[in-house]
């Protein structure tokens, strides 16, 4: 059997080079960078990605483990994300699509409009933009919710299994 991350993490391929792209197009006006948190708060993830996150922590070591989940459970509730340790993410490689995508352009539908935002801090004297420059934030996540109903089919989930997650529930968590 295929493994069952595996079109979640093609998915994630695509992401990183649809991101890189656009980083590359606005580079001068990207601001984002390594040890940015600004835009880390809590959220919840689909049972993909909570998967995937709980993969990423089972291939660290013990002792590594035994850190990321104390500092988790220590940091759970609170509104920054409960894996920020120092302004870095301590799953950085796995971290959901939401976080991968912040900070750059996004389009997404609000009520009866299309939206175009991104982080305050990026684009500041960028007039225009083209569409490869922006992530259709809509379409995205239509695919991650075909791939998350997929990788559910595929693990066989229960009616009543959990829609979304918090970090702490898909990191220290049966589930």
């Not at 595996?6 to 980083?23: E, F, K, T």
């Not at 909570?50 to 609170?78: C, F, M, P």
Request: hydrophobic share 40%; proline share 5%.
């Amino acid at each position: 059997m295929e493994n069952v991350l595996d079109n979640y993490r093609q998915l994630l391929a695509r992401v990183d080079g649809l991101c890189a792209g656009i980083q590359d197009a606005l580079a001068e006006q990207i601001t984002c960078s390594e040890g940015c948190s600004d835009c880390c708060t809590s959220i919840t993830v689909f049972p993909v990605e909570a998967a995937a996150l709980k993969q990423a922590l089972a291939d660290q070591t013990e002792e590594q483990q035994t850190a990321i989940r104390d500092h988790v459970t220590e940091h759970a509730g609170g509104e920054r994300c409960p894996l920020l340790r120092d302004r870095r993410c301590l799953l950085y490689r796995a971290r959901p699509i939401i976080c991968r995508t912040h900070g750059l352009p996004i389009l997404f539908t609000e009520g009866d409009a299309q939206r175009l935002d991104c982080c305050p801090l990026n684009l500041a004297s960028r007039e225009s933009l083209s569409g490869s420059s922006i992530i259709d934030l809509d379409r995205l996540n239509s695919v991650l919710v075909a791939v998350n109903s997929l990788y559910l089919r595929q693990i066989e989930a229960p009616p009543d299994f959990p829609q979304r997650l918090t970090i702490a529930q898909a990191l220290l968590s049966g589930t």
